[in-house]
């Protein structure tokens, strides 16, 4: 099975609503990194948390790290329907590689 | 300017044929890869170059063959195309520094295999 699973694989809110995302994995990381990937798109880079850290924020989006339970979460905060895309974790696992989960589908339904 | 660009953005073939997919970045970055992505989302990388070095290679049949001229491009080329092929395939790029921080990914190459 793979490294990252997101969870929910898919969820639908209301703009204005806060939506989140977690992230499972198996193996001891360096880093974990969330990714957006807007329909027809390439991934784009949101956010890089170390395995030292435990929060990061930056603008609407809050990053947690529990390394303890291996998961990480993501929230976007007062939704827009701009931020209808999927998600990935993405994880740094040595090897000079990131391993990516599924990917979460967010739907922002005006 | 855009930062990774890839050609071409779809490419439809038939099954046997001999096709190639190019990658470029003008981020300054010192490593590519090739990732695909299938159609349930999964997005699954394929190599890595490093300063026009081979680091990785998934397990991916030796029909697909990169090869990366220059730190800035890193082409893939695919011969004898099979419908198991049919994904989007993604170039990126980040600057390695003994670590991997933030890639930068192009806009994707759909590939549809007939």
């Known amino acids: 099975s793979q490294q990252g699973e997101e969870d929910p694989q898919a969820l639908s809110i209301q703009e204005g609503e806060n939506a989140t995302m977690n992230c499972s994995y198996k193996?001891?990381?360096?880093?974990l990194q969330w990714y957006r990937q807007n329909s027809g798109r390439g991934l784009v880079h949101l956010i890089l948390i170390r395995s030292n850290e435990r929060e990061k924020h930056s603008g609407r989006l809050r990053v947690t790290l529990d390394t303890s339970k291996k998961s990480s979460s993501l929230l976007i905060t007062a939704s827009r329907a701009a931020d209808t895309a999927s998600y990935f974790c993405a994880t740094d696992v040595g090897a000079q590689k990131l391993v990516f989960g599924q990917g979460t589908r967010l739907t922002i339904n005006p | 300017d855009t930062a990774v660009s890839q050609t071409p953005k779809y490419l439809v073939t038939q099954m046997g044929n001999d096709k190639s997919i190019k990658c470029e970045q003008n981020?300054?970055?010192?490593?590519m890869y090739w990732y695909k992505q299938d159609s349930k989302k999964f997005l699954k990388i394929m190599f890595s170059?490093?300063?026009?070095?081979?680091?990785i290679n998934e397990t991916v049949p030796n029909r697909f063959s990169p090869k990366s001229p220059d730190k800035a491009h890193l082409n893939l080329h695919i011969n004898s195309l099979e419908l198991g092929d049919s994904a989007v395939y993604f170039c990126?790029?980040?600057?390695?520094?003994?670590?991997?921080?933030?890639?930068?990914f192009g806009p994707g190459t759909r590939l549809t295999v007939t």
């Open positions: 981020l300054g970055h010192d490593t």
């Open positions: 193996t001891s990381i360096n880093n």
């Open positions: 990126a790029s980040t600057n390695q520094g003994g670590g991997v921080y933030e890639q930068y």
């Open positions: 170059y490093n300063n026009k070095e081979l680091i």
